[in-house]
């Protein structure tokens, strides 16, 4: 499968670059990216939330792209070709280790099942690739015998920051483990599977013990606390964990967007059946329900698809596990799993294009609203969440920064400052009055806190209530 997934490896990830210089203003200029780049540009350095420090593998191409000088619109786009090129450079990783079947696993992770998740940008899929070729690295290895000495801090390295760009990253890292302790597989180099186990047992206790110490021995971050907190939801909603407005919303949407991992399971299931590999087919079965459970229960009443999708993401890994190591070779020719994986691969470019509709109607509308309110007398605003579209802009609490980020593309020198809240009592007249004051949603700033390269604030009437 060298030449094919060599080949099929780079269209996609050419496509996604190119769709990803195209919808940059959809993907940087709004909600999560918008914020994080405004704190990259007001902080001068890699700007690292929740603890999740394996964002910083995206975070440095923008950081970069100011460092060297080059206007917002050139941040901008480095930070959105910096999420699709940290893909790409971990694609070829694969393929210089010759593990193409981890690399044609990797192709299926950021086309399965990602659809608007290209364009809300999080670290789920980040750190979804990137243990994809941890787990590459290992294949490689074929034992623990094979790590030398300079490589086992590298490698517990690489497990502790898969885990740390995403928390449900450990449950992918757990699936891949399990798939392997049961198989009977041999790597590249040819090691007996009780070799080979060894790595997987020795990667499924380094997570334990991670997981062990973020969350028993060190302080949780309160993201991840309220997570946790969302645990007695199970006990709340037992025994109706099935008829739940989430589970009803991920099923329509496997008929409009996700098809690639109920079929890929299906046809895994019915393959290890066929093979009499009961333990496979329990795990390929059980553990992607009992996931998608663990998800769907505590975000019962579901969420708009962008957020729920981010938090599915991993089941197009275990979808793509299976069906490349066992099901394709196993049932068809190359020939065949070549056409197969290109099929999704095609597919999934496609419906990330056709996404793009809802995210740039939210984009057009922020610019239409700056054109509008260009001529107003009051410049500074300050909006309630009843006054604006919510089913277009998706989420709010990232207005000030994206109105701050567009209106700086459009006129550096007549930059805008809205914000847009579901608590307007928070900013009594006071606050309102101060001339020289960037209001955000988490915190305010000076004008003067503020890199002038990119925000020249003249403005200096006070803010209104719209």
């Not at 200029?29 to 420090?53: P, V, Y």
């Not at 792209?65 to 206007?71: H, K, R, S, V």
Request: charged share 15%.
């Amino acid at each position: 499968m060298r030449a094919p997934t060599l080949f099929i490896g780079c269209i996609t990830f050419v496509a996604l670059l190119l769709l990803a210089l195209v919808f940059y203003l959809e993907r940087i200029a709004h909600i999560d990216m918008a914020f994080q780049t405004f704190l990259i540009l007001k902080s001068g350095s890699i700007e690292i939330q929740s603890g999740r420090f394996g964002a910083a593998a995206t975070q440095v191409w923008p950081w970069l792209a100011q460092e060297m000088g080059l206007p917002l619109r050139g941040v901008l786009l480095a930070y959105s070709m910096g999420h699709v090129l940290c893909g790409a450079i971990l694609f070829g990783w694969c393929c210089w280790l010759r593990q193409w079947q981890w690399a044609t696993v990797l192709v299926l992770v950021v086309t399965g099942i990602s659809t608007h998740t290209f364009y809300w940008l999080s670290e789920m899929p980040q750190g979804l690739v990137f243990l994809v070729a941890v787990f590459a690295w290992m294949s490689s290895q074929g034992s623990l015998a094979a790590i030398r000495w300079w490589q086992w801090p590298l490698w517990i390295a690489a497990v502790v920051t898969a885990f740390y760009f995403h928390p449900m990253v450990l449950y992918a890292a757990v699936f891949g483990c399990l798939f392997f302790l049961l198989g009977d597989h041999k790597d590249t180099a040819g090691a007996s599977f009780w070799k080979h186990r060894s790595l997987f047992a020795a990667m499924l206790l380094i997570f334990a013990l991670v997981a062990f110490v973020k969350y028993k021995l060190l302080k949780l971050d309160w993201y991840d606390a309220i997570a946790l907190e969302r645990a007695d939801t199970f006990r709340q909603l037992w025994p109706h964990w099935l008829d739940l407005p989430s589970n009803r919303d991920f099923l329509h949407w496997c008929l409009t967007d996700y098809y690639f991992v109920p079929l890929a399971l299906l046809l895994s299931a019915g393959f290890y059946g066929w093979k009499k590999k009961w333990l496979k087919l329990v795990l390929t079965v059980g553990y992607p329900i009992g996931y998608l459970l663990l998800v769907n229960v505590p975000f019962h009443e579901s969420a708009q698809q962008f957020y729920m999708e981010n938090l599915w993401l991993p089941l197009g890994l275990f979808a793509a596990i299976p069906l490349v190591f066992d099901v394709l070779p196993g049932l068809f020719s190359q020939k065949g799993a070549v056409v197969i994986i290109s099929l999704v691969a095609a597919t999934g470019l496609a419906r990330i294009l056709l996404a793009h509709q809802s995210w740039t109607a939210r984009l057009e509308w922020e610019q239409d609203f700056l054109k509008k309110t260009a001529a107003w007398p009051a410049r500074k605003l300050v909006l309630s969440e009843d006054q604006v579209p919510k089913d277009t802009l998706k989420m709010v609490w990232g207005a000030p920064y994206e109105f701050l980020l567009l209106s700086s593309l459009e006129a550096p020198d007549l930059v805008r400052c809205i914000l847009v809240t579901n608590e307007p009592g928070r900013y009594d007249s006071t606050l309102l009055s101060q001339p020289r004051l960037f209001l955000g949603t988490f915190k305010n700033y000076p004008f003067e806190a503020l890199p002038e390269r990119y925000f020249q604030f003249r403005d200096t009437s006070h803010y209104v209530r719209l």
